[in-house]
């Protein structure tokens, strides 16, 4: 069975990012705080207005990413799928969108810290190459 950290390396190896790990960046990712979170279809996954320390990112299922309005109604922005980020462009700070899962829906959860801030940055540069 694989650790967590195991399978979100393998997660960033497949669809849509196909990232090969530097050594550097496998070692990091084995001491980093990743929890796979699993929820099925209905639940909010993320509040709006609530406080993120962490990165939440689609690893299966659909989900759908909305804005309340004051009348009560919601204002649907997008619909992550795998590989999206949920944390609504912010990784810290107040969130202003809530996310519900449509299907069930499983994510990582990624705590973050100083290191993983300098990974991350350096991730998100190398798949927005892969890309074009």
């Known amino acids: 069975m694989h650790s967590v950290p195991e ?14 790990l530097s050594t550097q960046e496998e070692e990091a990712l084995k001491g980093a705080r990743i929890v796979e ?7 909010i996954i993320m509040e ?3 406080i993120r320390r962490s990165l939440l990112i689609v690893s ?14 919601r204002l649907v922005a997008d619909f992550p799928l795998r590989g999206d980020l ?8 107040t969130t202003y969108r ?4 449509v ?13 993983l801030l300098l990974i991350r940055q350096t991730l998100f540069w190398r798949s927005c190459s892969c890309i074009c």
Do not use: C, H
């Open 7 to 20: 399978k979100f390396a393998q997660f960033l190896g497949g669809q849509p990012f196909r990232l090969s």
């Open 37 to 43: 979170r699993f929820y099925p279809a209905g639940t």
């Open 48 to 50: 709006e207005g609530s």
């Open 60 to 73: 299966s299922g659909w989900a759908l990413s909305f804005k309340s309005m004051a009348d009560g109604r």
């Open 86 to 93: 949920l944390s609504n462009g912010s990784i810290f700070g």
């Open 98 to 101: 809530a996310a519900l899962a």
């Open 103 to 115: 299907t069930d829906v499983t994510t990582f959860e990624i705590v973050m810290d100083t290191e």
